[in-house]
């Protein structure tokens, strides 16, 4: 996690609740903290994440990319929740799967609060 003028980056990898993937990698440009505004790295937020993340993906081609906006600054503890909220996407193999898997995972997203800004592609 670094804060940098207002703006925070936090990148977190770890192992994946779903059996299907070996991992689990976030990504998050936003605010260092709630109500943080004028950082010009937070204007330009979305397209620096999908810089790191196309920069990662060159290397480590992903299964899957769920993009997410959220509101607030974003906690290492905030990330946790999110990656236990992954459960239900192990049948990912099969497109009928796949997109009963995201459509569970964006009911429970928003639940807990977190509105899904768009699954599977570039926001």
């Known amino acids: 996690m670094i804060d940098l003028e207002g703006a925070r ?6 192992d994946c609740p779903s059996p299907d993937h070996a991992a689990c990698m976030t990504v998050s440009v936003g605010p260092a903290s709630n109500g943080a505004t004028g950082s ?19 290397r480590w081609p992903a299964d899957l990319v769920l993009w997410q906006r959220l509101d607030g600054a974003m906690t290492p503890e905030r990330r946790d929740e999110m ?6 996407l192990s049948p990912c193999s099969a497109t009928a ?13 928003r639940q807990a609060g ?5 699954a599977a592609g570039r926001p």
């Open 40 to 58: 010009p790295l937070l204007r330009r937020a979305g397209p620096f994440c999908r810089t790191i993340v196309e920069c990662v993906e060159t």
């Open 83 to 88: 990656v236990e909220r992954l459960t239900d």
């Open 97 to 109: 799967g796949r997109a009963a898997a995201l459509a569970r995972l964006r009911a429970a997203l």
């Open 114 to 118: 977190a509105p899904l800004c768009e």
């Open 9 to 14: 980056i936090l990148l977190g990898v770890g």
